[in-house]
């Protein structure tokens, strides 16, 4: 694949890369998310406390997926990474205020340890009709 079929996508709606990666790349009609964790754009400080985390990934999301031309409606792939999965259940709780049926497909894994100290990390490819 050549650079040129790449677009990257960018927006101030969501906190800056802290690492070696795009907030998001689009090839086509399709958009690949870069994980996000609960940093507040404007500090790039931390949000606190897991509820507050899980609506702050779920923001950054939709901010990259409508910088990308799409929304979260257009998430067909959305992986999770808990560092304790007793948040499984809250996460589904605030997943349904930023997403409706139908569902996109969906992982929910628990990992050690996530960048930050974060508690909560989701990407995801979204398809946007063109």
Not at 2 to 8: D, E, G, R
Request: hydrophobic letters at 50%.
């Amino acid at each position: 694949m050549t650079t040129n079929l790449k677009q990257i996508i960018q927006t101030l709606g969501a906190p800056a890369a802290i690492g070696t990666y795009s907030q998001a790349v689009k090839v086509g009609n399709t958009v690949y998310l870069s994980g996000q964790i609960g940093l507040d754009p404007a500090t790039m400080q931390m949000v606190e406390g897991i509820e507050a985390e899980v609506h702050r990934v779920f923001t950054n999301l939709k901010a990259v997926a409508e910088a990308a031309g799409g929304s979260l409606a257009d998430v067909v792939k959305l992986n999770i990474f808990l560092t304790d999965l007793s948040h499984f259940t809250l996460v589904n709780t605030i997943m349904a205020e930023y997403f409706s049926q139908p569902y996109p497909a969906r992982a929910a894994v628990g990992v050690a340890s996530l960048p930050r100290g974060a508690l909560v990390e989701a990407d995801g490819v979204l398809v946007i009709a063109g």
